[in-house]
């Protein structure tokens, strides 16, 4: 079976920029999709296909991906970016697969 | 807008079944394919099952195959997860989302799960 490691936990201070890793064999042949859960809500997508961001997500939030690490960038880091983010892919073999989740702790 | 909303969560005992919706709004349901997504308490994200628009596919991760069973009403904009012979294992916030699928000679090659709902609580205990 196909397996996403992010980091368990990520501490950033404001306005510092966050890097958040989503290691999987070969991802980057993969497309790769990050999202956002803050504590008692619904996750919401937050870069997709790699590096693309739906419309309302800030600028702040992109991506890559190439060989075998994905990377969840967060620039100008604010408190509101406090949140779990999951790394997220589709496998032949495994179908949908997340990442274990990184939690981002705002100092 | 976009909303998905989802009930029939609740309360069951080992071996028991139980049927969950989703209602979906704000766009064209039958055009795009739908999942189920489940997060047991303090824990990360599962994938349960994705549903082709015309209910035609299926796929379900190993740990519920045999045991749970997608579909959809396109009339009634409604997606649904029925779940047999449930086990603690199996409790969870399950979420309805809608999926952007990329399909390349039949065979999907990305699920974006774009537009969640809020989740119902499942509870497997005796």
């Known amino acids: 079976s196909y397996v996403l490691t992010q980091p368990p936990s990520v501490s950033v201070a404001p306005g510092q920029t966050a890097r958040i890793t989503c290691g999987g064999n070969?991802?980057?042949?993969?497309?790769v999709h990050w999202y956002q859960q803050k504590p008692g809500q619904a996750p919401v997508l937050v870069v997709y296909?790699?590096?693309d961001r739906p419309s309302g997500i800030p600028e702040r939030f992109s991506g890559s991906n190439s060989g075998n690490t994905a990377t969840l960038t967060i620039s100008r880091v604010e408190a509101g970016d406090e949140a779990d983010y999951y790394c997220?892919?589709?496998?032949?073999?495994?179908?949908?697969?997340f990442g274990g989740g990184t939690k981002l702790t705002v100092l | 807008e976009v909303q998905l909303v989802e009930s029939g969560g609740g309360l069951v005992q080992p071996g028991g079944s139980l049927r969950l919706s989703c209602a979906a709004s704000?766009?064209?349901?039958?055009?795009?394919?739908m999942s189920w997504v489940r997060q047991a308490p303090g824990k990360g994200l599962e994938w349960v099952a994705n549903?082709?628009?015309?209910?035609?596919?299926?796929y379900y991760v190993d740990s519920v195959k045999g045991r749970f069973t997608i579909s959809r009403d396109n009339a009634k904009n409604s997606l649904y997860l029925q779940m047999n012979s449930l086990r603690a294992e199996d409790t969870a916030v399950y979420y309805c989302?809608?999926?952007?699928?990329?399909?390349?000679?039949?065979?999907?090659?990305?699920?974006?799960?774009?537009?969640w709902g809020q989740g119902t609580l499942v509870t497997v205990s005796s």
């Open positions: 989302a809608r999926a952007r699928i990329t399909m390349v000679r039949g065979v999907i090659i990305a699920c974006i799960f774009d537009y």
């Open positions: 704000g766009f064209t349901f039958s055009s795009y394919w």
């Open positions: 549903i082709k628009q015309d209910g035609s596919e299926k």
């Open positions: 070969n991802i980057g042949s993969k497309s």
């Open positions: 296909d790699d590096s």
């Open positions: 997220q892919v589709w496998d032949s073999s495994s179908d949908g697969v």
